[in-house]
């Protein structure tokens, strides 16, 4: 039996002893929250990624170096992407793309290989700027808005274990999965393999970059259902010749991938395909 004035009245202030502490405890997390990230923003302001000077924004380019980037924008050629002085119609190609076609599909990029947009490729692969990856594939995803829409998955251009090691990232994996997560794309990192390491690509001419790029990748047989089929979309931080690009399509078709397109933040306009 419940004795009189021991029902509903002390259920209810009980109910709200136990809530007014965690509504409490709640409020005050929020507060903390939005206290650290001012108090982090005033010891820590963010920085524009390429130079350090003051933004407004955390992981973005001051207005400088923004204005700093030679962007590739259209026209292009509808295979290699590399910039036309004039704009000649839809599905045009370049010079390059009729006397040496590329083994993928289509290829875009955010910005020449120059100026700012070097600097940052050289930071991310040689400075150990990781933070550099997220707001680089931001723009490649704005740049390879068409291809990524219809791409299934995504491959980063794979680097050699004993590379891998030597450097402990790699740089094409790093933005495939910043641009897989804003894409919502999955990344396919172990299924394009290079198991062969061969020397720096670094002043080889494009003949010599083909011969030492024979033989350097590989695909699993039991890895094939993952791009068999499938439209894939090759990452990497530049594309020069393209010779790594086009042994890594190769390998691809090979395998059975039924469109191979390839993003990457710059390209070398005279480098050909």
């Not at 036309?84 to 370049?94: I, R």
């Not at 020069?240 to 191979?260: D, E, W, Y």
């Amino acid at each position: 039996m419940i004795a009189p004035g021991t029902g509903s009245p002390q259920g209810d202030a009980s109910t709200d002893s136990t809530d007014r502490p965690a509504r409490a405890s709640g409020s005050v997390r929020k507060l903390l929250s939005r206290f650290g990230h001012g108090a982090l923003s005033i010891v820590y302001p963010p920085q524009c990624i390429a130079c350090q000077a003051a933004t407004s924004d955390a992981h973005a380019l001051c207005a400088t170096c923004w204005a700093g980037i030679p962007f590739v924008s259209e026209p292009v050629c509808a295979r290699l992407g590399t910039p036309f002085a004039l704009d000649f119609g839809p599905g045009m190609l370049s010079p390059a793309a009729i006397a040496d076609p590329p083994r993928f599909d289509a290829a875009r990029a955010v910005a020449l290989h120059e100026g700012v947009a070097k600097a940052m490729v050289a930071r991310l692969k040689y400075g150990e700027r990781l933070d550099l990856a997220r707001a680089m594939a931001r723009m490649m995803v704005q740049a390879g808005g068409p291809l990524l829409a219809s791409a299934d998955v995504l491959l980063p251009v794979p680097m050699h274990r004993g590379r891998l090691w030597q450097r402990r990232y790699n740089q094409a994996a790093l933005l495939a999965n910043e641009i897989g997560l804003l894409a919502g794309k999955p990344v396919l990192l172990d299924t394009l393999r290079r198991v062969k390491r061969t020397p720096p690509q670094v002043g080889l001419t494009r003949n010599e970059r083909r011969h030492n790029l024979a033989g350097a990748f590989r695909i699993e047989p039991g890895q094939k259902p993952a791009v068999e089929g499938r439209h894939c979309l090759v990452i990497d931080d530049v594309r020069t010749t393209g010779s790594t690009l086009n042994a890594c399509a190769h390998i691809l078709r090979q395998a059975g991938a039924a469109r191979i397109d390839v993003l990457t933040f710059t390209l070398v306009p005279d480098g050909g395909a």
